[in-house]
């Protein structure tokens, strides 16, 4: 899937720390989100594109619409 970083949420954690709510916008029209934990090891991956506008592609949706946090992505496009 392809998708744009629509907006991010700051959000503390449960289990110590916070977390991130990431949205998307896919370009099939439909909204989807993913959880961004810094603690996790996948967050190496995330930590340079979190910021609206940034367009990702292969994404790869779990559930739904939540977005896989192990999806091995690759950046389209920096921010507008």
């Known amino acids: ?9 700051k959000r503390s954690s449960r289990y110590g720390g916070h ?4 949205f998307f916008s896919g370009i099939d ?23 609206e506008g ?5 994404l790869r949706i779990f559930k739904g619409n939540l977005v896989d946090a192990d999806s091995k992505f690759e950046i389209m496009k920096e921010k507008d």
Do not use: A
Request: proline letters at 2%; charged letters at 30%.
């Open 54 to 58: 940034t367009m990702l592609k292969r």
């Open 29 to 51: 029209g439909k909204k989807y989100y993913s959880c961004i934990y810094p603690k996790m090891r996948n967050y190496k991956r995330w930590k340079n594109v979190l910021e």
């Open 19 to 22: 977390f991130f709510y990431v």
């Open 1 to 9: 899937m392809i998708g744009k970083i629509t907006k991010i949420e």
